[in-house]
Antibody
Framework: QEQLVESGGGVVQPGRSLRLSCAAS????????MHWVRQAPGKGLEWVAV????????YYADSVKGRFTISRDNFKNTLYLQMDSLRGDDTAVYFC??????????????WGQGTLVIVSS | SSELTQDPVVSVALGQTVRITCQGD??????ASWYQQKPGQAPVLVIY???KRPSGIPDRLSGSTSGNIASLTITGAQAEDEADYYC???????????FGGGTKLTVL
């Protein structure tokens, strides 16, 4: 079945870096745009970034622009999020999700189970 | 505006009908999608496009849009519908996405 599995979360000090991965299986990964979405403890969902199916375009939320980089390896069926200059307010569960767009309708499905990033000294 | 506004908390009696709304200018251009999230779990798509449900989502959940307001309606709410619900759409630029703040649904 279509599945996304995140990894790479953990505890990191403020100002340091971390790279998250999202392994895709059960669908043609290279045909879809992919997103990262995060959720701070007890808070709502926040869209973080998107990358086009071929990596040709990438867009970021203002809160992470210039610090985070989304990328993908279509040969490895894997999505990445490089997080630099981490701050306390980056503490969250990070989800990856597939973008589906058909005839102008757009949705996120499936989602991974999430990986927790804690930024703390 | 690139924001989507949801009521933080909504309650419904078991078996009754409830509407969860999502308001934002981008909804005049883009359909909302809706996600259900239960504690400790990843979000799950429940409604997308013009009132479409993924396989496995009960038909008591439905969606609609009028102007800049998207709605998720649950007809005959069940205990298992108790969850957080989030709306999502592209923002006005078309290249960013935005989530509503979420609605916590309590089934009494």
């Amino acid at each position: 079945q279509e599945q996304l599995v995140e990894s790479g979360g953990g505890v990191v000090q403020p100002g340091r870096s971390l790279r998250l991965s999202c392994a895709a299986s059960g669908f043609s990964f290279s045909s879809y745009a992919m997103h990262w979405v995060r959720q701070a403890p007890g808070k709502g969902l926040e869209w973080v970034a998107v990358i086009w199916y071929d990596g040709s375009n990438r867009y970021y939320a203002d809160s992470v622009k210039g610090r985070f980089t989304i990328s993908r390896d279509n040969f490895k069926n894997t999505l990445y999020l490089q997080m630099d200059s981490l701050r306390g307010d980056d503490t969250a569960v990070y989800f990856c999700a597939r973008d589906v767009t058909v005839n102008g309708e757009n949705w996120f499905d499936p989602w991974g189970q999430g990986t927790l990033v804690i930024v703390s000294s | 505006s690139s924001e989507l506004t949801q009521d933080p908390v909504v309650s419904v009696a078991l078996g009754q009908t409830v509407r969860i709304t999502c308001q934002g200018d981008s909804l005049r251009s883009y359909y909302a999608s809706w996600y259900q999230q239960k504690p400790g779990q990843a979000p799950v798509l429940v409604i997308y496009g013009k009132n479409k449900r993924p396989s496995g989502i009960p038909d008591r959940l439905s969606g609609s849009t009028s102007g800049n307001i998207a709605s998720l309606t649950i007809t005959g709410a069940q205990a298992e519908d108790e969850a957080d619900y989030y709306c999502n759409s592209r923002d006005s630029s078309g290249n960013h996405w935005v989530f509503g703040g979420g609605t916590k649904l309590t089934v009494l």
